[in-house]
């Protein structure tokens, strides 16, 4: 333990912030499917590393380490988050680090600013006394910044300074002051292409996502996990009846997508539990349905064939058929394996047969 107290945390905190870490995730998404251990251990990884030696080793690098947490609503992000936060890391190691979390969706966007950074007084109307931020209050600590997704862009550039410098300064004030936080971001967009579509900086983007754990849809886990979930939804009053309960939203909505995940199921399953399965409404979103099988592309060009192509007619070929396949071009360039910017230069060359 010596060995490890010297670089700046004890095994003993670290197995303290293991059980903090632990309990919420076991709390927040239990569950025995392959998606649901995955997301565990995502999160795991994110706060510890590779084992609780090495965050009683490395705390101070975990702790440079972002984490963008991605799911649809619903899915559990910021039980995700939660446990992070609890499985923080000081020097002394019994506690866990101050924390501050924000929702910027909740947030009027011109107060967006003044709610992450604080605010002097007189700063504007209203601004009665000074105002310590989120991330101020959060000082060797984290926070977590729920839908962030949602910043408007001239505060991204502002958060990102303060991320990149380390202190901030509060809305019309003159003096820095120190930020040495850890930034969890959680969101249910597709932020790649946001950055695609240039309404989310790129720059922002990689600050955040150190380490990106993924959650999944309630209809990835239903199938496995129905029982487990209904126990953590259900009242005190109505434990010992999930079987019944999972019965009956299963016979009612069968192979159903579920799109409001665990917040929509949480209404269902009250609503057995305390009306009987005959009240459960009809859901008009589509059904879930096995992959189809993917249609065939297109007929290989004889000119491909032939090997009559230039390689950059060739490159400029798969370019086109990666579009047409995918929604978005960010998907595209990912199913490649390059850049969008690679991507936009893959364009056809002269001659060949189209």
Excluded at 45 to 73: C, D, K, P
Excluded at 194 to 222: K, N, Q
Excluded at 294 to 303: C, I, L, Q, R
């Amino acid at each position: 333990e010596r060995a490890l107290t010297a670089g700046g945390w004890n095994l003993r905190g670290a197995l303290a912030a293991a059980e903090r870490c632990e309990g919420r995730l076991r709390e927040g998404l239990g569950g025995n499917s392959e998606a649901l251990r995955r997301a565990r251990a995502g999160v795991w990884s994110a706060a510890f590393g590779q084992s609780l030696t090495v965050a009683a080793r490395h705390g101070r690098a975990l702790r440079r380490q972002n984490v963008l947490i991605l799911g649809e609503s619903g899915t559990g992000k910021e039980e995700a988050a939660q446990a992070l936060l609890l499985g923080g890391l000081l020097p002394t190691g019994a506690e866990a680090p101050p924390s501050q979390s924000v929702n910027v969706a909740a947030v009027p966007e011109g107060l967006v600013e003044a709610e992450l950074f604080g605010y002097a007084k007189g700063a504007f109307t209203g601004a009665l006394r000074d105002k310590a931020g989120v991330i101020e209050l959060a000082h060797q600590g984290a926070v977590f910044v729920d839908e962030v997704g949602e910043l408007p862009l001239p505060v991204q550039a502002k958060f990102l300074r303060v991320m990149e410098a380390g202190a901030l300064r509060r809305v019309g004030d003159e003096a820095d002051r120190p930020a040495d936080v850890r930034y969890l971001g959680a969101t249910h967009r597709d932020v790649e292409a946001m950055v695609e579509a240039g309404t989310f900086r790129h720059d922002l983007f990689h600050r955040f996502s150190g380490v990106v754990v993924e959650l999944p849809p309630l209809r990835e886990v239903i199938d496995e996990d129905l029982g487990a979930i209904l126990r953590k939804l259900l009242p005190e009053s109505h434990r010992g009846q999930e079987g019944a309960v999972a019965e009956a939203i299963g016979a009612a909505l069968p192979g159903y997508a579920w799109p409001g995940n665990v917040r929509e199921l949480r209404n269902v399953a009250l609503t057995v539990a305390l009306r009987g399965p005959d009240a459960i409404r009809p859901r008009r979103s589509p059904a879930r349905r096995a992959p189809e099988a993917p249609a065939p592309g297109p007929a290989v060009p004889a000119g491909l064939a032939e090997g009559r192509w230039t390689e950059a007619e060739v490159v400029a070929w798969y370019r086109q058929r990666a579009l047409d396949d995918h929604p978005t071009a960010v998907a595209a360039a990912r199913a490649l394996g390059v850049s969008t910017r690679t991507l936009d230069r893959f364009r056809w060359g002269r001659g060949g047969e189209r």
